[in-house]
């Protein structure tokens, strides 16, 4: 891939595909100057699990502004799961999902500081480019909605009237069985698969965005994310498929991660300081720092499981992004969710634990809050991954 032509210099991430973060792969230290053209070059591994990944820009600092004005690429990796028979049989279509705030002339609004520190959101959502896109169903078939949250900020809670979801894979790939759902969160940075079976005899059916709070700034403004339902695209029914479909019952084997001996808390804080050309406002830390990128804040080892608690310790969802490596949930019982992922909401308050694996990989890499305003303003710290 290349691009440069906005106005700033800017860097690439491949939104966590686990490639080798250096030189001209995954790597965010590299800048590329404004006019300038820049190659990337990386290998997808032989084991790179199929699924929905996608490229932004990655110069710290610009990222939420960049991003918010539309740089955002999916990037479809096909494997296994695209060979289950059902699976392959399904309509299928990839929702980039992007918020846009434009004035009456459609020129981007320069958001305020209360929109830096809630993290920016625009009013007009778009899905694929498109806005309230229709997705043709066939009775008894099935669709398959690959969903990317492309936003800089904007958490979608999704909801397809009259009809379930079963979700076949999140950020890192396929889940083992399909897992029913009428309605899923999806925070910045996130994807997922489903499928929708064309079980209604016709008809159209609102994709929602519905209700979520995901908290506030304190004095910075009141309740964060979106207010009021409203529809974001729809499926209608067209046709009948040739012969009927179903979900599938087995999609592949998924490994539970075992507990972890090395053990990692990463405190989510703020503290008051400077926001470059607009005065004193809330800055974002882990473990007491802002991000600096010439400091390595963890040292791990290749081949290493470790647990690592998440502590919010304000009144904001923070969605922490780890690249290079997936991960899993560690759930109540205190075993790990077998359904990889790159993301994870840290609701306001809240804790929440991973397990993750180093593999195939030494160097620097990074996690950040996916609010992207928030990792401009320091919630982002290194990792030194160690042979
Ligand atoms: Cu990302
Ligand atoms: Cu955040
Ligand atoms: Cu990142």
Excluded: K
């Amino acid at each position: 891939g290349r691009w440069n032509h906005t106005e700033g210099p800017t860097s690439l991430l491949l939104h966590v595909l686990p490639v080798r973060p250096a030189g001209t792969a995954d790597n965010i230290f590299l800048e590329v100057p404004p006019g300038e053209v820049a190659s990337y070059a990386f290998r997808i591994p032989e084991h790179h699990p199929a699924g929905l990944f996608w490229l932004h820009p990655h110069l710290h600092g610009s990222v939420a502004r960049q991003v918010s004005l539309g740089l955002a690429a999916p990037l479809v990796i096909r494997g296994a799961l695209d060979a289950v028979p059902d699976v392959a049989a399904a309509r299928e279509h990839v929702l980039r999902l992007q918020d846009f705030a434009l004035d009456r002339s459609g020129r981007p609004i320069d958001p305020g500081m209360g929109a830096l520190m809630g993290g920016r959101e625009g009013t007009l959502v778009t899905v694929s480019g498109q806005t309230q896109p229709r997705y043709a169903i066939e009775q008894d078939g099935l669709l398959r909605l690959r969903l990317l949250n492309a936003s800089a900020s904007r958490f979608y809670r999704l909801s397809l009237e009259g009809h379930a979801m079963h979700i076949i894979a999140t950020d890192g790939g396929s889940l083992a069985t399909p897992q029913q759902v009428d309605e899923l969160l999806l925070a910045p940075g996130e994807r997922r698969d489903v499928l929708i079976l064309g079980s209604r005899a016709g008809g159209v059916y609102r994709l929602m965005n519905l209700p979520y709070n995901r908290g506030s700034a304190g004095m910075m403004g009141g309740p964060l994310g979106t207010r009021t339902a409203f529809e974001i695209a729809s499926v209608g029914y067209e046709g009948r498929a040739a012969s009927p479909r179903q979900v599938p019952q087995a999609l592949g084997e998924v490994e539970r991660l075992p507990a972890a001996r090395a053990r990692r808390a990463f405190v989510l804080s703020e503290t008051m300081g400077m926001v470059p050309g607009r005065g004193m406002g809330i800055r974002f830390l882990i473990n007491g720092h802002e991000f600096d990128h010439a400091r390595i804040d963890d040292r791990v080892r290749l081949g290493d499981i470790e647990e690592w608690e998440y502590i919010n310790n304000t009144d904001m969802d923070h969605p922490m992004h780890v690249h290079t490596n997936a991960f899993q949930r560690v759930g109540a019982d205190g075993q790990a969710e077998p359904a990889w992922l790159d993301g994870i909401v840290v609701p306001a308050r809240r804790r929440e634990r991973i397990r993750i694996r180093f593999t195939d990989f030494v160097g620097a890499t990074v996690q950040h809050c996916h609010i992207l305003d928030h990792e401009d303003l320091g919630m982002m710290s290194t990792m030194q991954v160690e042979g």
